[in-house]
């Protein structure tokens, strides 16, 4: 299945002869992506796939509107414009792409909202005056299961058809606007964050659900590309047995950075072996030095604390045991730097105080989401607006290590402090329309 998908791929990319609304469309052989899709009925396509219907992604065709929202989609000599969630898919291989949208309507506001792959956050709400266009460029990580010829990346059920791996570049469109053109170009000069860690950390697939890794993409410049390889019910053990981590190796060059939060599972493994002070530290010290020897940054991570107040709803309760305290261990040992999410959460939480801070988790009463049918109370897991509030937990470590990294966080990404938390009732995030009640692997 990898070989044939793999074909069809690089004949898209390659040379491909399609017929778009009644007109032919060449790509020559010796012509090479960017992908240019124009959405313009009266511009000129020269070296452009026009896309003037609402065209349905297919392996085939190799682009098109996904997900059953192609009638969102409404077109004109403008361009394509949408009220609703649309999805547009491109099939591309491996790599990292500069995504450039260009976008505006003559006769009306927009306020736009673009997510790539699982819920990755690009652009965030941003206004386009009427009669005014404007252009977003960010970068988007496409990954597959290969490794080499001999090993790949064991995913579990659930996530083998999860968009980020699904062998496309998928957009999705929120709040409204008119698209003239997408542009896919393929880039490699940019440093790369590799993300290794659980739950918390992951691309959340669907709605509720979300993780501090597909917020922080919006907070990095041109200059950054996200691969967040992280995995709902992971361990560093079972991070490393399914050939993750091996992955991240793979693709590692110099001056990358590789981010590991792990502790949520781990302090799941019973016996003595698996401890926070023996399988797990000489895990942590295995990924370092394997990182560091292809020339990667590590920066390691304590785990988010779990939303457990003690009986006098001030204080949190900690749940982790001796896991924080080996990984600050490990990082002094090695001499690596070290975000204290663990603290900072725990600030945050306390902070917040024990009703305002479930507005940060996936708790929900019954009927909230389609086909749930009872009440949602997850501790562990956070919501978008929690999501976004450990990614700037993130950012502000970023900042207070000195990180080169630093110079990459764009100028629109505010100054954070837990110990001065946002608000649910000044934070919003269009939602995706894709929703699943059933809770990530992991707690």
């Known amino acids: ?40 009925a009266n511009a000129s396509h020269k070296n452009k796939t026009a896309v003037l219907s609402a065209a349905t992604f297919s392996n085939e065709k190799g682009f098109g509107f996904d997900f059953e929202t192609e009638n969102n989609a409404s077109f004109s000599k403008n361009g394509v414009s949408f009220e609703k969630s649309t999805y547009f898919s491109i099939a591309v291989p491996e790599g990292n792409y ?41 970068n988007v990580n496409i990954r597959n299961v290969k490794i080499d010829n001999s090993s790949v990346v064991q995913l579990k059920d659930r996530e083998k058809t999860e968009l980020n791996w699904d062998d496309k570049l998928t957009l999705e469109f929120l709040g409204n606007g008119t698209i003239q053109e997408i542009e896919i170009k393929p880039i490699s000069n940019v ?15 669907v709605e509720p659900w979300a993780s501090w890794g597909q917020m922080i993409t919006s907070f990095f410049d041109t200059n950054v590309v996200v691969a967040n390889y992280a995995s709902s019910g992971a361990s560093l053990k079972s991070f490393k047995g399914s050939n993750r981590f091996k992955k991240i190796l793979s693709q590692l060059k110099k001056g990358d950075y590789v981010f590991i939060e792990f502790g949520h599972n781990d302090e799941k493994h019973k016996g003595e072996e698996n401890s926070a002070w023996n399988s797990y530290s000489d895990l942590l010290v295995e990924f370092t030095q394997q990182a560091q020897q292809k020339g990667g940054e590590v920066v390691l991570v304590t785990p988010t604390q779990r939303r457990a107040f003690n009986e006098d709803k001030k204080t949190l309760r900690p749940t982790h045991g001796d896991f924080p305290d080996a990984m600050r261990a490990v990082a002094k040992k090695l001499n690596v730097p070290l975000i204290d ?35 949602l109370e997850d501790n562990t897991h956070f919501n978008d607006f929690g999501a976004n509030e450990i990614a700037l937990c993130v950012i502000e470590g970023i900042r207070d290590l000195n990180l080169p990294l630093k110079k990459c966080i764009t100028k629109q990404t505010p100054d954070y402090s837990p110990s001065k938390p946002n608000y649910i009732s000044s934070w919003t995030l269009p939602l995706s329309s894709r929703y699943q009640i059933e809770k990530p692997d992991g707690n």
Request: proline share 5%; with cysteine.
């Open 98 to 138: 500069a995504v450039t949208v260009k976008m505006g309507n003559e006769k009306s506001h927009s306020e736009v909202t673009i997510k790539a792959e699982s819920k990755r956050v690009m652009v965030n709400q941003v206004p386009i005056s009427k009669g005014n266009f404007k252009q977003f460029t960010f």
């Open 191 to 205: 440093t790369t964050v590799f993300l290794a860690g659980d739950s918390t950390v992951t691309d959340q697939d």
């Open 1 to 40: 299945m990898y070989n044939l998908k793999h074909l069809l791929l690089v004949l898209f990319i390659g040379a491909f002869s399609l017929v778009v609304c009644g007109k032919n469309f060449q790509k020559s052989k010796s012509k090479p992506i960017p992908l240019i899709f124009n959405f313009e």
């Open 341 to 375: 999410l663990t603290e900072k959460t725990t600030v945050l939480y306390e902070k917040w105080g024990n009703e305002p801070s479930r507005k940060a988790f996936v708790q929900y009463p019954a009927n909230t989401f389609p086909g749930q049918t009872k009440a």
